[in-house]
């Protein structure tokens, strides 16, 4: 079955053969533990193809029955997946992992973790989810036990708290060394139960050679890491293995083809610790109106979407929503923003080439990087907060050819990189009162010079 529906995956117009190929050899090579959650990134690692290639073959997958799709939420301490959900409309803002015994709100950014698994009805283990621990909590060993089976691992332990738990069903312990170092080796014989315990749930051992042994009598299947009991208070994305964000699948362009239309909950909201909100906006919108008239200044405004639209996707970021002539829209990155800017201004530049000054389309740009709220706003997906309202205030006080943005955004290395490469005529510093926020506000703006395009930084402070 799975030969089969991959064989039909590859009769998709536009298909990626070679993509679809490595994706199936890997498959015939993972072992049933990788399977229950595919990551695309092990995938792009093993066979060398583009990971946004193998994402976009996986997800049209999704459609041709050959994958399913997961939101997986990690704890933020030990990084074991607490939920998941198959669809936007049942995500959950709070989490609880059992793991460590501590309530959490889920990030969209760095808690959720979009993962696939091969359609139930080509493999279906009925097993829960599970992640390998980050290697910053430094497991002792893994053990991996099938139903009235043996693991065992020798370790030598030094003093300290050492936690030792099972992904697959929960089962937690604490183990103690203490007292005289030994040179004997000692033996601990644990038995996985039925249901989420150990039969040992504390033990002690004296430092030195341990051989830990773990028989299964409870699960299909089970296991056991161990690891030091001191956890995290808060795990970063550099302290992870690499993966796909919810966040990140949401600025995928072929997953807003395929799976637009799932949303949140009108009652929940998510958190997103950072992401790069820019509006745009036509200047002298109005006065086109008046001047050429309602039919042909509305084709001119919905050329102007079309623009920046294909601009803002060509570099990873999703058009939020359109507010009149102006466009919102997010990024996960402040350099993909300003490389939609860019990109967006050399076309206003070709569209105006000989036309009338009154058929001409000059648009301005504002930037700003922070957290926000991930909400369902008239079923579509929204971002509410200071982050967003500080954008459209920034893109307020620009003008014409201008893209002005706040000091987050200039303080990004990356970001000065963009600008470098795309060329400017100069980086101008100025405080401003802006609307609804408290105090004056630093707001940086350049013009991008799009006929010489020097890759030159010049700080006029």
């Not at 050329?303 to 009149?324: M, P, R, Y």
Request: a negative charge; charged letters at 25%; proline letters at 3%.
């Amino acid at each position: 079955m799975l030969r089969q529906r991959l064989e039909d995956l590859k009769k998709r117009t536009g298909a990626n053969l070679v993509t679809i190929d490595a994706i199936k050899k890997w498959l015939f090579q993972s072992t049933l533990l990788q399977r229950l959650r595919i990551n695309p990134y092990y995938i792009a690692e093993d066979s060398d193809c583009n990971v946004e290639k193998i994402i976009s073959e996986l997800l049209y997958g999704v459609k041709a029955g050959v994958f399913d799709l997961h939101w997986d939420v990690h704890c933020p301490h030990c990084n074991m997946i607490t939920a998941e959900f198959n669809n936007l409309g049942n995500a959950s803002a709070l989490s609880f992992c059992q793991m460590c015994a501590r309530s959490f709100e889920i990030d969209f950014l760095e808690r959720v973790e979009v993962t696939f698994s091969l359609n139930k009805e080509i493999e279906d283990p009925k097993i829960s989810p599970v992640c390998a621990p980050p290697p910053i909590l430094k497991a002792k060993f893994q053990l991996v036990t099938p139903l009235n089976e043996t693991d065992s691992a020798t370790v030598i332990l030094e003093k300290g708290r050492y936690r030792y738990c099972c992904p697959l069903t929960c089962a937690k312990g604490i183990l103690v060394v203490e007292g005289e170092e030994t040179e004997e080796l000692q033996e601990l014989c644990i038995k996985q139960l039925e249901g989420k315990h150990f039969d040992k749930s504390q033990l002690t051992v004296c430092p030195g050679k341990v051989r830990v042994e773990l028989t299964n009598i409870g699960h299909s299947l089970s296991g056991m890491i161990m690891h030091i009991d001191e956890l995290p208070d808060e795990l970063t994305l550099e302290q992870l293995p690499p993966r796909l964000s919810g966040l990140q699948l949401l600025h995928f362009p072929d997953y807003k083809c395929l799976f637009g239309e799932q949303v949140l909950s009108s009652r929940e909201r998510m958190k997103v610790r950072s992401v790069t909100i820019m509006f745009t906006d036509i200047t002298g919108s109005t006065w086109m109106y008046e001047t050429l008239g309602d039919a042909k200044a509305y084709n001119i405004v919905r050329d102007h979407f079309e623009i920046l639209f294909q601009a803002i996707e060509q570099h990873g970021g999703t058009v939020v929503k359109t507010i009149g002539d102006a466009v919102m829209a997010s990024f996960l990155s402040n350099a993909q923003a300003m490389e939609a800017a860019a990109d967006a201004l050399l076309e206003f530049r070709n569209y105006n080439k000989n036309r009338p000054e009154s058929e001409q389309i000059q648009v301005k740009f504002g930037i700003h990087r922070g957290s926000a709220v991930l909400v369902n706003l008239n079923d579509r997906l929204d971002y509410f907060g200071s982050v967003v309202n500080k954008a459209a205030r920034i893109q307020s006080v620009s003008r014409s050819y201008e893209i002005s943005f706040s000091d987050e955004v200039y303080s990004d290395k990356s970001f000065l990189a963009a600008l470098r490469a795309t060329g400017v005529s100069g980086i101008q510093k100025h405080y401003e009162d802006l609307k609804g926020l408290k105090g004056r506000q630093v707001v940086y703006t350049t013009r991008i010079d799009i006929e010489e395009l020097i890759p030159l930084v010049n700080i006029l402070i």
